[in-house]
């Protein structure tokens, strides 16, 4: 307030600011004065990335667990097996030597090598299912012949997941023998009596593919063909046998090796038994005769 002014009170005052209407009086004025609070701090909000579903190729969205998480997969996708599995066997090894079918599973594209003790055992146990399986057919039981190849029935597993894979191995490793026989003979001895002595092989060859018949039905009905590569294998080791003759000057040369094959075939076939093992011996001297050059 000034001095000397007009004297103005504080209700006056008042009335004028709030614009109140005169006669009326105002209370005093409370102004409040707010002050905002800090926020409080908490931990910062995780946000979480979201992937897009993965669709098949249907376009269908795999179903997720109940958190919203897919189902971990396998190595080849699938959805991982729950439960026991009866049927599981032991894993096979890393290299199975020899071939096999879809009975037995095909090797991997870089097999690695056994060691000598497994390839040892490996050999065994094919020994002794040759003989096995000739002599007792297929329903002799595999225990049985883990047993005799002294070895675990865990260890025949891991190199033969199935009885069909076991028989097809066996016989193949038969016919490797004898295919391998050829060079080994024409290592020791000349070629026509390397050729004479394979053509006795090739009568106990065809002895031990007899007697593993029914066994061997059961890889065919298994979806496997035993014998698919048996007359191209054949063939080629009676041609290396054949060619060191006729270079020799020993063997005739205009001699095809499928014919002197259909010939061993047919004489074995003639003198199947062990009893008639001395008929089947003249047969192939009559046979090395007809080869023979003179």
């Known amino acids: 307030m000034r001095s000397g002014g007009p004297s103005v009170t504080t209700s006056e005052t008042n009335r004028r600011f709030l614009r109140l209407p005169t006669g009326r009086r105002a209370g005093p004025v409370r102004v409040a004065v707010v002050t905002p609070r800090p926020a409080r701090r908490g931990p910062p909000t995780r946000t979480r990335a979201v992937t897009p579903p993965h669709r098949t ?12 998480d897919v189902p971990p997969t396998g190595p080849d996708g699938d959805a991982p097996q729950t439960g026991p599995d009866r049927d599981a066997r032991p894993t096979r090894p890393d ?25 040892r055992n490996r050999q065994r146990l094919l020994d002794t299912a040759v003989r096995a399986f000739s002599r007792q057919g297929p329903e002799v039981t595999l225990e049985s012949i883990a047993r005799d190849a002294g070895v675990g029935i865990g260890t025949l597993y891991r190199h033969f997941p199935t009885r069909e894979a076991l028989v097809e191995a066996a016989y193949r490793s038969e016919l490797a023998k004898l295919c391998a026989a050829a060079d080994d003979l024409l290592a020791r001895l000349p070629p026509a009596e390397a050729t004479r002595a394979w053509m006795d092989r090739f009568v106990d060859y065809l002895a031990t593919k007899q007697g593993m018949a029914d066994a061997l039905r059961l890889v065919i009905a298994a979806g496997t063909n035993p014998y698919a590569q048996s007359r191209d294998l054949l063939v080629a080791a009676l041609t290396r046998l054949l060619a060191a003759g006729v270079a020799a000057g020993t063997i005739r040369p205009d001699v095809d090796p499928g014919d002197v094959l259909a010939g061993l075939g047919g004489m074995s076939l003639a003198a199947q038994g062990p009893e008639q093992r001395d008929l089947a011996g003249r047969l192939l001297d009559l046979l090395m005769a007809g080869l023979s050059r003179h």
């Open 95 to 119: 290299h199975d030597p020899g071939p096999t079918g879809p009975s037995g599973g095909a090797p991997p594209a870089n097999p690695r090598p056994l060691r000598a003790d497994a390839l």
């Open 57 to 68: 190729p249907g376009g269908d969205v795999p179903p997720t667990s109940p958190g919203g």
